[in-house]
């Protein structure tokens, strides 16, 4: 099977190198990877929205009919071949997303099985394998492989030369490739790390009802996902109470 990214050269400002997406192809795939398991997270702590068009049968059996009829279109059909593999991907993760936004609502208070807390917590593993090993550990290979960004004796800037060139000042220190490619691999990790954390704070509020405006306001929907009626006032409670006890004739 060719590779199914294209060949793209793109030339980085500054004489950072040529950046090629086949070259870059397991840095690219990795991070494609990552984005789609972050957006399952985030899909998973939404309640489901869609509608599911047929029966969860039929749609768990189109997992492995999408893979073999992608595959099998791909090999009678080679002059296409990349164009439908990237296709039978992108439609793959469709359908995957289709079913977890159409999924069935769960109540919280139903305790998770022992399979669930397996299947999650290999997941949560292949997301920090992904987010804080692999990614930036392509990365750091890309760029000191490809870029050449572990030439010490580049510089970005260069103590003693003027700064950007034209004000009359001098840069007061020395500012390397390796140091460039050792601040893109930190800004991974930084905003990996908000990422996380954020989606801590989703995962403990994934159950929280949005408070109400005022008394005649209450919630829309309770923390197991079902409408909220509106709440009788207590006057209107007590009023026909006190009424028929003054006319019964315990009363007279």
């Known amino acids: 099977m060719p590779n199914l990214l294209p060949n793209w050269t793109l030339t980085l400002p500054w004489d950072l190198g040529d950046f090629n997406t086949r070259e870059a192809g397991r840095l690219i795939w990795s991070i494609v990877l990552l984005i789609i398991g972050i957006a399952i997270v985030a899909a998973l702590m939404k309640q489901p929205k869609l509608k599911r068009p047929f029966s969860t049968k039929v749609g768990v059996a189109l997992f492995p009919a999408i893979i073999v ?7 009678l059909v080679p002059s296409f071949q990349r164009t439908i593999i990237l296709l039978g991907f992108v439609v793959l993760v469709a359908h ?3 079913m977890i936004g159409s999924r069935e609502a769960r109540d919280p208070e139903e305790p998770a099985t022992w399979a669930e807390c397996f299947a999650g917590a ?3 593993f292949a997301l920090m394998a992904l987010g804080y090993a692999i990614v930036p550990h392509e990365f750091l290979t890309f760029a000191n ?5 572990g030439d010490s004796s580049k510089f970005v800037i260069q103590s003693g030369h003027q700064v950007f060139g034209v004000l009359p000042v001098d840069w007061p220190f020395n500012f390397d490739y390796p140091a460039l490619r050792d601040v893109g691999v930190t800004i991974i990790y930084v905003v990996l790390l908000v990422v996380n954390i954020k989606f801590f704070v989703m995962w403990q509020n994934r159950h929280e009802v949005a408070a109400a ?9 309770s923390r197991f996902g079902r409408p909220l009626r509106k709440a009788t006032p207590q006057a209107a409670v007590t009023a026909p109470v006190t009424a028929s006890a003054a006319t ?3 009363g007279a």
């Open 69 to 75: 009829g992608t595959l099998l279109l791909a090999k």
């Open 145 to 149: 492989a490809n870029l050449e960004w």
């Open 213 to 221: 405006v005022d008394d005649e306001a209450p919630p829309k929907r």
């Open 96 to 98: 995957m997303f289709l």
């Open 248 to 250: 019964s004739p315990e």
């Open 122 to 124: 290999v997941g949560v």
